[in-house]
């Protein structure tokens, strides 16, 4: 692309300001931004013209969960069911790792966190633990993907192989990266990160299955046999990961995919509800929720909408490729967004500054056309790591780890 067309693109958007460095760039440099500049997605942007807005949801109704109770019953079997599918290679995992935190603050990968206390305990670490459970068990390495993005990509892989894949076999571990998507200002403007760099971020965590598509490894895993993909968040150090419970009772229940939730804690708990939206399996927001959906009860007494995902999803294969080129809401979210101000200096924000544009996981359970809500329990498989301190912290995790036995 060449300036002309660049500015061309740029004008009737507003977006003009992004060339404003380019005559003190060398030569490289500027070739690289006008690469940028063709590549950017201007579309996006139309998103904020009539004002932040939440997709509007469907017909909402409530999903009941295969509870703690009625899979104690069938434990055996599902176990094995599940572990004949791992023996036979059919289950691989994802971890979802290329977020870039922000609530947390870090400058790097959130699984490089330590949360150990008297020795060293990463979260990837941990996850890879919780992974070789399963491994043990079942005596089959199950394939491991994991998403980076372009902002954690090279610190991640490196320090997989600093610290020896933590015991995996490095033959079933592959990594792919995500696309990136433009971060504006609450103006509209695309935030620039440096004289010749667009601000980009991740763009959320719903375009795994086409990343992973276009990293080639579909083909891997036709190789491989694979046919269920476990989703799972970097965050949560007590997940229990291709858990074959969950894979035996999903397949059971003849499913194209499985989410494992928790009962609420209380009613106006802030967490996602799987439901049905319009007959087909969904999850509601907190926020999106009326007084009556949030404290009606069945006859046992039990909330209707009671059910919290926690970001651990089976999909079966053939299900995700199906859906793979269908249309995904993209969400805009607010967050603190690193920008060089008028006097390019660069500027990292203590509080949200614009928005990104991301899709999401959880809007993949709707093109499903159904779903095994799979009761968990919360003190046992979720302790995500999201803020500093408080609700869902470093220290709300640690507890939690130490009730489960594990050394910190
Ligand atoms: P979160 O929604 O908690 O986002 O991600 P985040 O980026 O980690 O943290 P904040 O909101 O900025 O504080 C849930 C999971 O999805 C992954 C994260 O790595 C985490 O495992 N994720 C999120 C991606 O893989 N890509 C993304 O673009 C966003």
Not at 357 to 373: A, G, K, W
Not at 381 to 405: C, H, Q
Request: hydrophobic share 40%; charged share 25%; net charge negative.
């Amino acid at each position: 692309m060449t300036y002309e067309k660049a500015l061309e693109k740029l004008l009737p958007a507003g977006q003009e300001h992004l060339l404003k460095y380019y005559d003190e760039l060398n030569d490289g440099e500027k070739e690289d931004l006008l690469s940028q500049i063709e590549a950017l997605d201007l579309s996006l942007l139309d998103l904020l013209k009539d004002g932040v807005k939440e997709v509007p949801k469907g017909k909402l109704a409530p999903l009941g969960a295969v509870t703690l109770a009625e899979i104690a019953e069938k434990r055996e079997d599902y176990e094995r069911k599940g572990i004949e599918a791992i023996q036979a290679g059919k289950v691989g995992a994802v971890l979802l790792a290329g977020g870039q935190g922000t609530r947390l603050g870090l400058d790097k990968p959130k699984g490089m966190l330590n949360v150990g206390i008297h020795k060293e305990l990463y979260l990837f670490e941990q996850l890879v633990n919780n992974l070789m459970q399963v491994v043990n068990k079942t005596g089959a390495w199950i394939p491991f993907f994991v998403m980076t993005s372009e902002k954690n990509n090279e610190d991640t892989t490196a320090f997989f192989k600093e610290n020896n894949y933590f015991g995996y076999n490095k033959d079933y571990v592959y990594f792919f990266v995500q696309e990136m998507a433009p971060s504006v200002s609450y103006e509209g403007k695309v935030y620039m990160e440096e004289k010749g760099k667009l601000s980009t971020s991740p763009n959320g965590n719903g375009g795994w299955f086409s990343s992973l598509a276009r990293a080639g490894l579909l083909k891997t895993m036709d190789e491989l046999g694979v046919e269920w993909l476990n989703v799972f968040a970097v965050d949560n150090v007590l997940q229990k990961i291709a858990d074959p419970v969950f894979v035996g009772a999903t397949m059971d229940a003849k499913c194209e995919c499985g989410a494992k939730v928790v009962a609420k804690a209380e009613p106006n708990e802030r967490v996602g509800v799987l439901c049905l939206e319009d007959g087909r399996p969904s999850i509601v927001e907190y926020y999106e929720m009326t007084e009556e959906m949030i404290h009606s009860k069945d006859e046992k007494g039990t909330l209707l909408y009671n059910y919290g995902v926690i970001l651990n999803y089976l999909f079966d294969v053939k299900a995700l490729t199906r859906i793979m080129n269908e249309y995904m809401p993209t969400h805009i979210v607010e967050k603190k967004i690193p920008y060089i101000d008028k006097n390019a200096s660069l500027v990292k924000p203590e509080e949200p500054n614009g928005y990104k544009f991301e899709t999401l996981v959880l809007d993949m359970i709707h093109m499903m056309n159904n779903c095994l809500s799979f009761e968990v329990e919360r003190e046992k498989e979720f302790a995500p790591i999201k803020n500093r301190t408080g609700v869902d912290s470093l220290e709300s995790a640690r507890e939690l780890m130490k009730l489960n036995g594990i050394e910190l």
